[in-house]
């Protein structure tokens, strides 16, 4: 599986930006997915997830009510919907996904990423 996230540009605070994560093969469907996000000199950290079957989601508590994870597998895509965007969101998004990541903890496919810059 190949992942390709775009979306990404400058917007200002407040202000909302949705990102895309296109996924190449026939598994996209069954794999749990996620959005990540790296700010400049920090680590890398957890932003949504989104279950393969259920559609449950889960978020940050830093994002919680700003952001919303989808899918639509017959495009073989994800989304991040970022609403209310703070300077603090600036980073870059990276998606991940993976078969049973609640049971193997970790996401063995990843996207490059796409920067989001929010200005004050």
């Known amino acids: 599986v190949q992942l390709q996230a775009s979306g990404g540009g400058l917007v200002q605070a407040g202000g909302s930006l949705r990102l895309s994560c296109a996924a190449s093969?026939?598994?996209?469907?069954?794999?749990?997915m996620g959005w990540f996000r790296r700010a400049p000199g920090k680590e890398r950290e957890f932003v949504a997830t989104i279950n393969w079957n259920s559609g449950r989601t889960g978020y940050a508590d830093s994002v919680k009510g700003r952001f919303t994870i989808s899918r639509d597998n017959a495009k073989n895509t994800l989304y991040l919907e970022m609403n209310s965007l703070k300077p603090e969101d600036t980073a870059v998004y990276s998606c991940?996904?993976?078969?049973?990541?609640?049971?193997?903890?970790?996401?063995?496919?990843w996207g490059q990423g796409t920067l989001v810059t929010v200005s004050s």
């Open positions: 991940a996904g993976g078969p049973r990541v609640a049971t193997s903890g970790r996401y063995d496919y």
């Open positions: 093969g026939h598994t996209f469907s069954s794999y749990d």
